[in-house]
């Protein structure tokens, strides 16, 4: 058996916490190297301290990037197709920080083009261990439906 809902065993109002993760020096140094993105404020302590964060932060995008990692290993999806997110960075994320994901299932919808795929609209909250929103949006994931035959056996 597969990990995860289907389409059709999620409903909207469903919620869920994700485990969580501690972000670290090695998460951030990672990340840049990945990204490419090696920006004093991310890297540098001494410029970053001379900033309105009065120290280094962890990238934006690397928030959004453990959001969706934290998503998943909660298991309450079966694998989907990322559609697109609507995102919003509200607070920085500090090294040190423990961050966690709040999701709920705000709508759902079966498109016209797959009927053996159903999209969810997901409002997503990533939450500091001081219960800080630091970032939060939307994201649009495609999951499968039941076959067809465990649909009509169901009704």
């Known amino acids: 058996m597969l990990p995860g809902k289907l389409y059709d065993e999620i409903k909207v109002g469903d919620e869920q916490l994700t485990p969580r993760v501690t972000v670290t020096e090695g998460h951030v140094l990672a990340y840049a190297g990945v990204a490419g993105d090696f920006s004093p404020v991310h890297m540098d302590e001494v410029y970053a301290q001379s900033t309105v964060f009065g120290g280094r932060i962890a990238h934006g995008l690397m928030g959004l990037s453990l959001t969706d990692g934290l998503k998943v290993q909660s298991g309450f999806f079966r694998d989907g197709i990322a559609l697109g997110w609507t995102w919003n960075f ?53 999951v499968p439906r039941q076959s067809a035959e465990s649909r009509e056996a169901v009704q």
């Open 90 to 142: 509200k607070k920085p994320i500090q090294i040190g920080d423990t961050l966690q994901v709040k999701f709920k299932v705000a709508d759902m919808r079966i498109p016209k083009s797959r009927s053996d795929m159903g999209i969810l609209f997901i409002a997503i909250e990533l939450i500091n261990q001081r219960g800080e929103v630091v970032q939060e949006g939307e994201h649009r994931l495609m």
